[in-house]
């Protein structure tokens, strides 16, 4: 599903990610690891096309990707649902609403967004009233909310940065359960963290980035 060969990203000569190379599968939750500054965000950025690749080739579902034309990108990223530490929620917008945005950006009938949006506010566990506001809801509750309006799209390949980053360890630990439970549907799985101590019991395959190189295990 996501093949990096040999790539390197530089936003100066002595930062980025450098001869970067590896492979997750399709329907795999995998973990990428390192401190802050260590090249993870930059290798979302590559996958989500907002990041430029100076050498290498991107390999997308079997797609090379690495230099797709700036028009198709917008398609392109419909297969991406994208999660963040902070959120990133509309604050105007009630929680139906923020949910329902990548619907209604492709045109979707109301019908279908209504069904769509109760589905997957269900699936993250959120039970709050959809006509809320952002600040009206925990620290929890907005990530979920996010990670639904993440996966209303029904990604194949869901990117999260950091979601777990603001949040204390029990509700980090349910955030992960329900990234597991996306992937163990189909959808590939790439979380960045560099919270360690948080996924070591998963049983998970990690990779791991230092100065925007991999360590090797």
Same mark, same amino acid.
């Given at each position: ?14 930062? &980025? ?9 399709? &329907? ?43 028009? *198709? ?5 419909? *297969? ?26 492709? &045109?979707?009938? *109301? ?74 549907? &189909? ?31």
């Amino acid at each position: 599903m996501i093949e990096f060969n040999n790539i390197t990203s530089k936003y100066t000569e002595d930062s &980025g990610v450098f001869d970067l190379s590896f492979y997750v599968k399709k &329907g795999e939750i995998v973990f990428l690891m390192g401190p802050t500054g260590s090249g993870k965000s930059t290798v979302l950025n590559i996958i989500n096309k907002k990041m430029k690749v100076n050498s290498g080739t991107l390999i997308i579902d079997n797609e090379d990707v690495t230099d797709i034309r700036k028009r *198709k990108i917008p398609y392109y990223r419909r *297969k991406i649902g994208m999660i963040f530490q902070d959120y990133k929620l509309i604050p105007d917008r009630t929680v139906y609403e923020n949910i329902a945005l990548p619907l209604r950006v492709i &045109g979707l009938p *109301k019908k279908e967004i209504d069904h769509k949006v109760l589905e997957v506010f269900d699936n993250v566990g959120l039970t709050n009233n959809l006509n809320l506001f952002p600040d009206q809801l925990s620290g929890g509750e907005q990530q979920r909310v996010s990670i639904a309006r993440a996966l209303v799209k029904e990604p194949m390949l869901v990117l999260a940065d950091e979601p777990t980053g603001n949040l204390d360890p029990n509700i980090a630990d349910e955030i992960i359960d329900i990234l597991e439970n996306v992937a163990s549907k &189909g959808s590939t799985v790439l979380m960045s963290t560099h919270n360690y101590p948080l996924i070591k019991n998963r049983d998970k395959r990690f990779i791991e980035l230092n100065s925007g190189r991999l360590i090797e295990h």
